[in-house]
């Protein structure tokens, strides 16, 4: 990329140029410093630090010594260090900024709002910073799905270690690869749970049923007694391995029989979630 640039002298035109520049590093910073990751580019640095010179010489004239003044104060020195710092101002820094643009805008519009044609030198340049931007920003998107993905994921890590702590219920998941668990102070206890006894805990996930019922549903034939066996081993297998207190044993069954007849899933005492 040429970096030679000729001379501006017309008022208007410096103005035109000082508005496409000045958007330019708004482009750039607001890549750099915006989202949920501010992260530093040695190349896009060379180029914001040489627009950026390039802007203070457009605007090297008496009338706009104030606004001169006022972007070398806002906008970031570089866009490669501190940038956490500069991450946090740069919210309120940008309106200002925009500010310094609206009144460039308005001085151009009181001379006529003159047209120019690019020269070679600045349209390489802009089409070069166009390129730039937009290989940096699917790399940037990129880095915040995965910055995203990773703060889901311990969020799930979180909110499981939470359920293990709640006073009146246990969070126990059921889920069709894992079977049965929950966590216990950041260990996951689980009951690998197939078969017919997992059969039992679906058709039970959503409603009560008798004994006679289940079993139609699980062997085609009546045989309550079997199913209450079952259920019973169900219920013992599943204390021993989520690790339920001995003084909890009874009313902390998985699977409970009803007063009024039939089963059910323990829902008072669990909160019961399915995978």
Same mark, same amino acid.
């Given at each position: 990329m040429n970096m030679k640039r000729k001379t501006y002298t017309n008022f208007g035109q410096r103005l035109f140029l000082s508005q496409l520049y000045l958007d330019k590093l708004l482009d750039m910073t607001d890549l750099v410093l915006t989202g949920y990751l501010a992260i530093g580019d040695r190349e896009l640095n060379g180029i914001y630090m040489l627009i950026k010179s390039y802007l203070q010489s457009m605007l090297d004239f008496p009338e706009f010594d104030s606004v001169k003044r006022d972007l070398l104060l806002l906008l970031p020195d570089d866009l490669i260090s501190d940038l956490q710092e500069k991450n946090i101002v740069w919210e309120h820094d940008r309106i200002l900024v925009e500010k310094c643009l609206a009144q460039i805008e308005k001085e151009y519009i009181l001379v006529g709002s003159p047209k120019f044609s690019l020269s070679e030198d600045d349209k390489e340049i802009f089409d070069y910073i166009n390129n730039l931007l937009k290989k940096r920003r699917e790399n940037k998107k990129h +880095?915040?799905?995965? @910055? &995203? $993905?990773? #703060? =889901?994921?311990? =969020? =799930?890590? &979180? /909110? #499981?270690?939470? $359920? +293990? @702590? /709640? /006073?009146?219920? #246990?969070t126990i998941h059921i889920t069709s690869d894992s079977g049965i668990w929950r966590i216990e102070r950041g260990k996951k206890l689980q009951y690998s749970i197939k078969g017919n006894r997992r059969k039992i805990i679906d058709f039970l996930s959503n409603k009560k049923l008798s004994g006679k019922e289940l079993s139609e549903l699980l062997l085609r034939k009546k045989n309550a007694e079997f199913i209450g066996k079952e259920i019973s081993n169900i219920n013992k297998i599943f204390l021993k391995k989520m690790q339920i207190e001995k003084s909890q044993d009874k009313k902390r069954k998985l699977i409970i029989s009803l007063p009024t007849g039939g089963y059910a899933l323990n829902k008072e005492e669990y909160d019961i979630s399915f995978h």
């Open positions: +880095s915040n799905k995965k @910055f &995203v $993905d990773y #703060l =889901k994921e311990e =969020k =799930k890590k &979180v /909110d #499981l270690i939470n $359920d +293990s @702590f /709640d /006073d009146n219920k #246990l």
